[in-house]
């Protein structure tokens, strides 16, 4: 008897009326053009796409080991626990860091000395052990200091993610001009780089508007405009314009719908090439995807395990260099032990078992995600375009333009009805199940002043928000 393999079984291929006609039998007599939706910017997202022929895009490096940098934060406002969650992070199966440093304690761990932070990060092998930063407007100091405990070590893997306009865009205000702050983490991003050949030295975020509640294109346009500030000024510091985009990292949310993850992050490098070379250069980009907060939830929160497992899987497949996931607990307090855990190991599953990295680009050929993308990327262009003609970024904010995009887009949301949110609107529990969180009391240390002379800064602040925190009140009920 003769087996035949079916996989070498050859199809005749499906055309798209083909694929028209079973749609229409499923429907009946409803019309197809009922399934077609949008996004909240008004980009259109049809029922049925064609499958291309559709061009390369720009990818991560392809590493089958090590398909992304698995990257934890720690923001535990008591540097002795901060320094615990980071041997914990590490010795568990992180490859990097993302360390909140806030001398109050209300947001990340209270550092404010070298000595402290040395102290923090003692025994963190450096040249291993990628370490970020997320200092706000105490940046600069925060890099020196990361740069004390590296010893000047050449090989040291260093992430000091200066960004001063997320911090004025969250704040709505800036201790000095802000003018005076960018051009000063400039000028200890030249210096920073002569010692640190590997180190990263921005950190152009469209996330402060992705968690005000911007749309996708939106939020990649603030990240580009962030990024070509960011390489003039350290341009104007001393380095040539290709390493100022080479030191420079592109910021950008994951949430939980990992088709518009997917294909924001493919928009971001088609985006991002189509600027550098614009510049002159050609330089590939480096994405650090973070979970969004504004889709977790505080009622029924088990759920949100769901959502950061596809704001993961999301990132991975959408081509991040690192990604950061959130913890389940993070919308009620300070996450414990099972919540540290689970946040560190949904990468870890995603990569060594499900393993999602073992290609270079899953999503290339799908129709939807192809035309997706394409889409992100040349609205994200054009809302660029806007920006840089107003004079850059910072008049952008300024001038209450970045705001209005902002608000723009909750509009849009919110005239859209309520959304469907697991355990809130949609399937809310009979009984809340109560979860652990971690005492962590603020424990405020002195700090030098991020103050610059001149005046303050001003801009409308991008206040974020949670997409489910209007419903939960009532779900409640």
Known sequence: MVQTDALSVTFAPA??????????????????EGLASQTVEGLAIAPLYETGPWPPAPTRPFDAERAWDVRVEVRHPQAAAARAQVFEALEGGAASILLRLDPTGETGAAVGSPEALAALLDGVILEAAPVALDAGFLGVAAADWLSAAAKASPGALLQFHLDPLSAFARAGESPGPIEAHLFAAAGAGARLAQAYPKAQLFLASGQVSHEAGAGESFELAFALAAALAY????????????????????GLAAEAD???TIAKLRAARLAWGRMTQACGVTVPARIEARSSARMLTRRDPWTNMLRLTAAGFGAAVGGADAVVLGCFTDPLG??????????RNTQLVLMEEAHIGR?????????????????IARAA???FQVIEGMGGVVT??????????VESA????????PPKIVGVTAFPPAKDEPVELETAEAAPVDAPSPRLPGPDGRCPPLSPLRIAEPFESEAAQ
């Open 15 to 32: 055309s798209a009326e083909d694929w028209r006609a079973l749609v229409a039998k499923t429907l009946g007599d409803k019309p197809m």
């Open 231 to 250: 390489a003039k000024a350290l341009v104007r510091a001393g380095l040539a314009l290709e390493e100022a985009f080479g030191r420079i990292t592109l």
């Open 258 to 260: 990992y088709f518009l």
């Open 334 to 343: 300070h996450p414990a032990d099972l919540a540290r855990r689970q946040s």
């Open 359 to 375: 290609v270079a680009d899953p999503a290339a050929g799908a129709g939807y995600v192809e035309a997706l993308s394409d889409q």
């Open 381 to 383: 262009w054009s809302a």
């Open 396 to 405: 952008a904010l300024t001038s209450g333009h970045v705001a209005a995009e």
């Open 410 to 417: 909750r509009t849009a949301r919110a005239a859209a009805g």
